[in-house]
């Protein structure tokens, strides 16, 4: 891996070798953020939830779908008990102190029952996204913050666990910044994946683990062929103002900007096992 220079930063949560990793590959991993009794409390509280809204019951898998999203916080003690301490201070030690709007939820929770089962094995070529469907893209914008996937069940491999494109938070920082007047969804997608993609990992860990991932990471839902129902939520960590890529005033830059830095003065990535894809 090149390794590209950060600015000095005070190093606490996460240490230098994750946020290298989260500078680079678009992702890191605070592993245990909250634990597994904490996770399975707050799973009970999303299967009563899509029992509430679809009628799917833990007890009858005939009820199950190939999947199913949630696409709201759920604001009960035993889902807010998972957003630790520990985890707040890994986002804010990316986001910049006092940066982060500091809304300590999860939401948006897509629950994989049997995803791509009746597929073979692989890399989906289709679904890839970078969240935000809900604002213009800007290399500067200040509404995902993180794309945040705390893990609620265990996802062992082949478990359906969400794939990540490392490095494609790379591209796409190249693509908006030659684009400042900002671009649909859509329209970001059909650039970003004009090209191959590559670099695949599978998100695989243990109920409780937290990916803190690039607002610009471009990934999808990975197949299911193995395991109980894959539970995570994907959570906005909305920043209190749009990024600044050019601190004149000399305040520090947050680690998020020094990536986005990053990307646009350094070489575009270069991708294994390069594969085309869409959304």
């Known amino acids: 891996m090149v390794r590209r220079p950060l600015a000095a930063v005070l190093v606490t949560m996460l240490g230098r070798a994750r946020i290298e990793s989260f500078v680079e590959r678009g992702l890191c991993v605070l592993p245990g953020a909250f634990t597994a009794r904490q996770a399975a409390a707050a799973r009970d509280r999303?299967?009563?939830?899509?029992?509430?809204k679809a009628g799917i019951l833990r007890d009858d898998p005939a009820t199950w779908p190939p999947g199913y999203d949630i696409e709201e916080r759920l604001h009960t003690p035993e889902v807010l008990a998972c957003f630790t301490g520990q985890v707040a201070a890994a986002v804010e030690e990316l986001l910049g102190p006092g940066r982060w709007r500091g809304?300590?939820?999860?939401?948006?929770?897509?629950?994989?029952?049997?995803?791509?089962?009746?597929?073979?094995y692989g890399v989906p070529p289709y679904g890839w996204h970078v969240d935000g469907n809900w604002f213009r893209h800007t290399i500067?914008?200040?509404?995902?913050?993180?794309?945040?996937?705390?893990?609620?069940?265990?996802?062992?491999?082949?478990g359906g666990g969400t794939i990540v494109s490392e490095g494609s938070h790379r591209r796409a920082a190249r693509v908006l910044a030659a684009r400042p007047e900002?671009?649909?969804?859509?329209?970001?997608?059909?650039?970003v994946l004009a090209e191959p993609?590559?670099?695949?990992?599978?998100?695989?860990?243990?109920?409780?683990?937290v990916v803190?991932?690039?607002?610009?990471?471009?990934?999808?839902?990975?197949?299911?062929?193995?395991g109980p129902p894959r539970f995570i939520s994907n959570t906005e960590?909305?920043?209190?103002?749009?990024?600044?890529?050019?601190?004149?005033?000399?305040?520090?830059?947050?680690?998020?900007e020094?990536?986005?830095?990053?990307?646009?003065?350094g070489p575009p990535p270069v991708f294994t096992d390069p594969l085309h894809c869409r959304f």
């Open 197 to 209: 993609i590559g670099n695949f990992r599978e998100i695989t860990g243990s109920a409780g683990d």
């Open 103 to 120: 809304e300590r939820s999860w939401g948006f929770w897509p629950v994989n029952f049997a995803h791509g089962a009746d597929r073979p």
């Open 46 to 52: 999303v299967w009563r939830r899509m029992a509430e």
């Open 212 to 226: 803190l991932g690039h607002p610009l990471l471009f990934h999808t839902r990975g197949y299911k062929h193995t």
């Open 140 to 158: 500067d914008a200040p509404r995902q913050g993180l794309l945040l996937i705390g893990l609620f069940s265990d996802i062992e491999p082949r």
């Open 237 to 256: 960590t909305g920043l209190r103002e749009p990024l600044r890529l050019d601190r004149a005033d000399g305040s520090p830059y947050s680690i998020l």
């Open 182 to 191: 900002g671009m649909t969804h859509l329209e970001l997608f059909d650039a």
């Open 258 to 265: 020094q990536s986005i830095r990053a990307a646009l003065s």
